[in-house]
Structures are given as C-alpha cells and as structure tokens.
C-alpha cells in the first residue's frame, strides 16, 4: 500500500525565512516504513504537489492508496483546495488529515462533511496511524498521548521527497534537522493548542533516548 503524507504550502510562514522540517509527519511515516508500507513525506516547500493556478494533483500523489496532510491555519485554505482537486481527479482515494487547525471540532466536521476526508484524527496520532491508514477507522479521531517517548522511532529524514537533493532552506541552514525532547505543557494559553493536543502534563524523553536520536541523526550527515 503506497501512502503519501503531505504538508502543504504555507501561506504565511510563522518561521520567517526558516523552514522546519514536518517532524510529526516524518515520526508516522517512520512507523508506517517499519509496518512495511511504502510511504513517502512531501514537504511543498521543497516542491509543490498541486498547482493551484490549474487545480491539478501531480502524479506521483494519485498513484497513492492513501494521502495524509498536515493542516495548520497559514496552509488551511491551500490544504482545502488540494483536497477538492485530489478527490475530483481520483474520488476513491483513501484521505486523512490532521494538525492543529482541525483540533476545533466545527473545523474537524467540516473537513469530513465537505470536503470529503475519510478519517480527521486530532491530536496525537501514533497510537492510531496503523488503523486509521487501513480503514479501521473513520470519521473524527481522537488519539491518544504516547506515555512513553522513548518508544518513538528515530525520524528517518531520508522519506521526505527530495530530501537527498537538498532545497534551498536546507543548502541556507545546513541540513538542520528537528528533533523534540518532550510533549505537554501546563499553560493552556487560549491562542495555542499545543495543551489541547498534547494535555497539559508533560512527558519527557530520557536523556539515552535523546542521546540516541542526535548520534544517529550526526551520523546521517544532519545538524541537529
């Protein structure tokens, strides 16, 4: 089963001119590639899956069984569009989406009622990737927390699409790839969802597990 998660192009750009890789998205397909599915990450600002001046999905994205996206509100707009184009140009494909946009329930309704998205999974996903993939799931998903953090995978950068050819923000930065040490936070801020999505108690990664990581990561040729 081919599956392709997909961040798609922000509008607004929180970074500035820095681009972070889709360390959510490259954690699942990490986890996919060692269930034995055959999964690409496709980051738009190292190339564009859709053209919004056609309405077209590149072809490399229809061949997929399964195409996820990651949806936050300065690429929410662009993500709708992508999805009305890919279910016009193959309507049996198999769509998910996730992030912090659809954590709002009329948003995550919304995703599902029109514009046709099989499963919406808020917050964490890991626990249930493998069966939303499969189609054990459907509809609006809530996850649930990895309690322990140690048991994530090692991100393998090496999925995301062009990564081996290295883009513009990877040759100005230095291959610098994200790693994350802890999940949670105590704050609940209203203008963030990091405490919706990750609860409010904190989990951290042991320092082995940490140690681990950037050691694998270094000797890849990435900067951490």
């Given at each position: 089963?081919?599956?392709?998660?997909?961040?798609?192009?922000?509008?607004?750009?929180?970074?500035?001119?820095?681009?972070?890789?889709?360390?959510?998205?490259?954690?699942?397909?990490?986890?996919?590639?060692?269930?034995?599915?055959?999964?690409?990450?496709?980051?738009?600002?190292?190339?564009?899956?859709?053209?919004?001046?056609?309405?077209?999905?590149?072809?490399?994205?229809?061949?997929?069984?399964?195409?996820?996206?990651?949806?936050?509100?300065?690429?929410?707009?662009?993500?709708?569009?992508?999805?009305?184009?890919?279910?016009?140009?193959?309507?049996?494909?198999?769509?998910?989406?996730?992030?912090?946009?659809?954590?709002?329930?009329?948003?995550?309704?919304?995703?599902?009622?029109?514009?046709?998205?099989?499963?919406?999974?808020?917050?964490?996903?890991?626990?249930?990737?493998?069966?939303?993939?499969?189609?054990?799931?459907?509809?609006?998903?809530?996850?649930?927390?990895?309690?322990?953090?140690?048991?994530?995978?090692?991100?393998?950068?090496?999925?995301?699409?062009?990564?081996?050819?290295?883009?513009?923000?990877?040759?100005?930065?230095?291959?610098?790839?994200?790693?994350?040490?802890?999940?949670?936070?105590?704050?609940?801020?209203?203008?963030?969802?990091?405490?919706?999505?990750?609860?409010?108690?904190?989990r951290v990664m042991s320092a082995g597990k940490v140690e681990e990581i950037i050691r694998k990561l270094h000797s890849q040729g990435s900067r951490i």
């Open positions: 089963m081919k599956v392709s998660l997909i961040m798609p192009r922000l509008e607004v750009n929180p970074y500035g001119n820095f681009n972070v890789m889709p360390l959510g998205l490259v954690i699942l397909a990490t986890e996919l590639k060692t269930e034995g599915y055959d999964v690409r990450v496709y980051d738009e600002l190292r190339g564009d899956v859709f053209n919004s001046k056609t309405r077209e999905v590149k072809n490399e994205i229809l061949e997929s069984d399964v195409v996820g996206v990651s949806v936050i509100s300065p690429n929410a707009n662009r993500t709708e569009d992508f999805l009305r184009a890919l279910k016009r140009q193959k309507p049996e494909i198999r769509t998910l989406a996730g992030g912090p946009h659809v954590l709002d329930r009329e948003e995550a309704e919304r995703f599902v009622e029109d514009l046709g998205v099989n499963v919406v999974v808020r917050k964490e996903a890991e626990n249930v990737i493998v069966p939303v993939v499969e189609g054990g799931l459907e509809g609006i998903v809530d996850g649930t927390h990895v309690e322990d953090l140690d048991t994530l995978p090692i991100p393998d950068f090496s999925l995301v699409h062009g990564y081996d050819r290295k883009s513009i923000y990877d040759r100005i930065f230095g291959g610098v790839v994200p790693i994350a040490t802890a999940r949670g936070c105590p704050r609940g801020c209203f203008f963030c969802g990091v405490s919706e999505k990750d609860g409010r108690a904190v």
